[in-house]
Structures are given as C-alpha cells and as structure tokens.
C-alpha cells in the first residue's frame, strides 16, 4: 500500500464527519427557531375573556383616545372608541353593517356618550344605524374633537392652521 492511501482515508473520514457535523448544527438551529421562546405561557387578554360578557368599567381611556387622536386623528379615534364598545359587549354590529346598543347599556366616556346620542337620534326614526354613518358622524362631533382640541392646546398635536 503507497503512502498516500494512508493520508486520502483519515481526510475522508474528516470530510464525512465535517459535513455530518454541518447537518447536525443546522438542524439544531432548525429546531431552535420552531421551540418557543421559554417563558410561562399567559392565556390571551382581551375585553370578553377577561370581564366575560360584562362590559369593562371606564371604556376606553381618555389617554387611549388621545393616542388614537395622535396616530389616526377623529377618525382614529371614532374607530377606536367604536371598537372598545364593541368588544365590550354595548354595541352590536350585524352582517350588514347596522348597530344596536345593547340592552341597558350605558356610556363610561363622553366619546361613547356622543355615540349612545347618535345612535338614539337616528333611532328614533326606525331605521336601523349604520357603522358608516355613524362614523361620519362621530368624526365631526364636539366630544371627538374635544380630544384634539385638548391635545393641541397642551402643545401636543398640531391644529390645522400651524
């Protein structure tokens, strides 16, 4: 046997190990991206499973509504507090787009005030509300403004005119 046959099996071996050793480690890092993350394991939050059908106490906070007001202006807004209520369990929205408050429900902010009025005031006619219009009109509303309003005269946001 030459020489070199010596040398060509143990570089052979090393190549083989080499490249089993590169499929081990990436299919560690394979499994390492698919484990999650280690931590304690916290059940989702939202407005129904943590107060049930129970409507959460206080809406959505002013500071809430001044970042919404902040991101997306009154119409941000109009959408966020239109939200809270919704998951909150005082409004109801059916396939069609019409809203119904719910039996006894009360408003907790003055934006959800502006939409208990305007949802009574086109109720009254027996036509039932619908979301689009009801935004419309929430965005113009003196409660919804308010909140920009407020928000301008502490130096935080912007009015139209600056």
């Known amino acids: 046997m030459p020489f070199g046959y010596f040398i060509l099996i143990p570089g052979y071996a090393l190549a083989v190990l080499g490249a089993a050793y590169g499929l081990l480690m990436q299919a560690r890092a394979r499994r390492a991206r698919r484990a999650p993350a280690p931590g304690p394991e916290l059940p989702p939050v939202t407005t129904e499973t943590w107060w049930g059908r129970q409507p959460a106490a206080g809406g959505a906070p002013r500071d809430v509504l001044e970042i919404a007001w902040l991101q997306g202006g009154a119409a941000r807004t109009a959408d966020t ?74 130096g935080l946001a912007y009015g139209p005119e600056d």
């Open 81 to 154: 507090a239109l939200l809270t209520m919704q998951q909150d369990g005082l409004l109801h929205i059916d396939r069609q787009g019409h809203l119904f408050l719910a039996p006894g429900a009360r408003p907790r902010t003055p934006v959800e005030r502006a939409i208990t009025t305007e949802c009574a005031e086109a109720g009254r006619s027996g036509a039932p509300v619908a979301l689009r219009d009801l935004r419309k009109r929430l965005i113009g509303h003196q409660e919804t403004v308010a909140i920009g309003a407020s928000l301008t005269e502490r």
